[in-house]
């Protein structure tokens, strides 16, 4: 995997120097609606192509599904997800909060998983079966086991507004019986944090695969939970995302399934 991870660091790097010079620089002209509550920025393309360009001149055979570029032309068995700016709300606001992920599966599997913050300069990474790092330091999912002393966090499904009722419901349930809840606009920095233990769990009710492919390897190698909230295995695809040590997950499934089912 070390060949793997120099080009995907490479291409993470370079990308986050290019948003990290532009943050707090946009101009109007800069932002363009995709949809309600959805914007994309020249500088989310820019840094895609940043990203797609150091992958298709080191594996030229592999596959690439991005945000904003949809998926390349090539066949094989290898497929990078890429994120270039996750976050880019809180870019375009002037928040310091957002991050690069890309993740490489082989035959529909995770086996390599990025997720950088550039102002931070943390980057979080893991391949199947050899652990998860923040930086060079090994991390590992909270220890907390009961939801009482848990700390979570969440999305809202501002491009999902039929489940916002569900939200509601079971955002009214989680939050008294937790010790707090943050919603910070990054669904691959929050897979990130649970991965280190910073948070307890993260939830969120509608993420596309390029927000959480990385995190999940990464969540998983440092010893936690994945799955939708029906308890499967995550999709390339739109899906629900749950996110936890072992000991919360299947506390959090109970509470959080029954209301999206």
Request: glycine share 8%; hydrophobic share 45%; aromatic share 10%.
């Amino acid at each position: 995997m070390e060949p793997i991870f120099k080009i995907a660091w490479r291409a993470a790097h370079e990308a986050g120097d290019l948003i990290k010079r532009n943050f707090q620089n946009l101009q109007n002209i800069d932002i363009q609606s995709k949809g309600k509550n959805d914007f994309v920025t020249r500088v989310d393309r820019e840094a895609e192509g940043i990203i797609t360009k150091v992958i298709a001149s080191n594996f030229p055979d592999h596959q690439v599904l991005a945000e904003e570029g949809g998926l390349s032309t090539q066949k094989g068995e290898y497929l990078w997800v890429v994120d270039p700016l996750d976050g880019t709300t809180n870019f375009i606001q002037g928040i310091p909060h957002f991050a690069v992920a890309l993740a490489l599966m082989k035959n529909e599997q995770v086996i390599f998983g990025l997720i950088y913050d550039p102002l931070l300069r943390e980057c979080f990474h893991a391949a199947s079966g050899q652990g998860a790092f923040l930086n060079d330091a090994p991390i590992v999912v909270s220890a907390i086991k009961q939801m009482g002393s848990a700390f979570g966090a969440t999305g809202f499904p501002f491009k999902a507004p039929h489940l916002l009722t569900p939200y509601t419901d079971v955002f009214k349930i989680l939050l008294p019986q937790c010790q707090d809840l943050r919603r910070c606009g990054s669904a691959a920095l929050d897979l990130a944090y649970v991965a280190c233990g910073r948070y307890d769990f993260f939830w969120e009710s509608h993420l596309l695969p390029w927000d959480f492919m990385a995190g999940k390897l990464i969540v998983e190698e440092a010893g936690g939970t994945t799955s939708d909230f029906s308890g499967k295995e995550l999709p390339v695809q739109t899906s629900s995302v749950l996110a936890a040590n072992r000991c919360l997950h299947p506390t959090l499934l109970d509470l959080i399934g029954p209301h999206f089912n």
